[in-house]
């Protein structure tokens, strides 16, 4: 396989055509306070289990992204300790008995240097990867994640992680909006609630492809392996 050469996989609503080698592979927001029993999201009363189960072939088409050294790039949700960058109505909606600041089991909420923010260790990036902290749900607004890869030359994305209908779905959004080509590899991204799960892929696939593609990681895989 020639990364530099177009490539197509099967996808919903059709083919999505990509060349490796401007295309990144963007992991949102798989922090141990998403999806570690124990964490943030365990002690709001969500199934961890429901975003666990997409660690593995996270890991499986990360291994194979790295090894053709192709880029990626992690996020992660997370304020200052000071929470200057937090807006009130963001601390304050949920009225959850803990609130964003707060110490939760992993540390204070959601703020950036605590344990409970940290990525996962299954998915720990590698220092050349860039991780962007991002303050909201989509990964451009309050970043320089437009800029790094308006610089390395990236046309297209594969968008992972967690949540499906949150940050995956708002980071998509973003994207599209500044002409990003993006695709969702299904098994790779994960929400704790099944029914939005299933929304939130068809919202991006439905009308023609109105915010990206849809696909499942073996056919990434499939596609890098080559004929
Ligand atoms: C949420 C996220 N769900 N990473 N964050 O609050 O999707």
Known sequence: MNPALPLHLDAEP?????????????IVDMQRDFLEPGGFG???GNDVAQLRRTIA???????AWRALGLQVMHTREGHRPDLMDLPPAKRHRGRGARLIGDLGPMGRILIRGEPGHSIIPELAPLPAEPVIDKPGKGAFYATDLHAILQNRGIRQLIVTGVTTEVCVHTTVREANDRGYDCLVPSD?????FPEFQTAALKMISAQGGIFGWVTSSDKILS???GP
């Open 188 to 192: 790779c991204v994960g929400s704790y």
């Open 42 to 44: 365990e002690t709001l």
């Open 223 to 225: 596609a890098l392996a």
């Open 57 to 63: 072939p996270n890991q499986k088409l990360l291994a």
């Open 14 to 26: 059709y083919p999505f055509e990509f060349r490796p080698t401007t295309c990144a592979l963007l």
